[in-house]
């Protein structure tokens, strides 16, 4: 029966929690296991491992083969390079206390650049706190200059209300004329546009006088002769000019002239 160490994957989604388990390579990832020889947590950094290296060590032994990330992960711990130094023992290269010996060694150096990484990510932290603090703090100043400025401006808003009325009854003055200027300049265009009309009923008035006036030509011409109602033909002329509302009353004068031709043209027949 082949043997694999391999992951198996717990947790929930996004944030993976896996078991290292010795498991039969036919079963399922997430299956059934024979033996589990430690935790692996990538959602920290560093990353936690915890593994029991003497476990691991003996199935290695018995021939089981690990996956590419267990292996990593048992090199990361120590249990490959115990492995191998247990078969140099085997071979007589060297005794089991020299190979405690190298290995504690190795532990030793492993434990040492793990607490300088950690030591890093701890400076880093603290000077990631410190800006912090230090840009709160001058958020703060801010805060308390801007409070601190606002007692000056209201009371330079209290001295300004004096330059403000002034500057108030400045413009009421100047509205004022300019009301005044133009109130003078439309009586100015009143009493003009007044004379223009008065002259305009005056020029129309004076045609209707003489109007009124030739109108008794019209009737001598009942008593002149023909002769003489053709020579006063430019009265009729004159009528023309006239307004078409004052033709209209006029018509009937030419009609009487007519009948008269007619009958003045009727006696002389008779004769």
Request: hydrophobic share 30%.
């Amino acid at each position: 029966m082949p043997v694999r160490i391999r992951l198996q994957r717990h947790g929930k989604k996004g944030k993976p929690f896996y078991w290292i388990v010795a498991a039969d390579s036919r079963s399922k990832r997430d299956g059934r296991y024979l033996e589990k020889l430690g935790i692996y947590n990538p959602n920290t950094n560093p990353a936690t491992v915890e593994l029991d290296i003497d476990g691991a060590v003996k199935w290695l032994q018995n021939g089981a083969q690990p996956s590419d990330t267990a292996r990593t992960l048992l090199s990361y711990k120590g249990a490959m390079i115990k492995h191998h130094l247990n078969g140099g023992v085997r071979k007589g290269a060297f005794t089991q206390d020299e190979a405690d010996k190298k290995f504690t060694a190795w532990l030793e150096q492993k434990q040492a650049k793990i607490q300088t990484k950690i030591d890093s990510l701890d400076k880093d932290k603290a000077k990631d706190l410190a800006m912090r603090l230090e840009s709160e703090k001058a958020v703060n100043q801010k805060r308390i200059a801007d409070l601190l400025a606002k007692p000056e401006v209201q009371e330079n808003e209290g001295e300004g209300p004096e330059s403000g009325e002034v500057e108030t009854t400045e413009m009421v003055n100047e509205e004022a004329s300019a009301v005044d200027d133009t109130a003078t300049e439309e009586a100015s265009n009143e009493t003009s546009t007044t004379e223009e009309v008065t002259e305009e009923l005056v020029a129309t008035e004076q045609p209707s006088e003489e109007t009124i006036k030739e109108e008794p030509a019209t009737e001598t011409i009942e008593e002149a002769p023909p002769a003489e109602t053709i020579e006063e033909e430019p009265a009729t002329e004159t009528i023309e000019e006239v307004p078409a509302a004052e033709t209209i009353e006029e018509e009937p004068a030419t009609d009487e002239a007519t009948s008269t031709e007619k009958s003045t043209e009727e006696e002389e027949n008779k004769k």
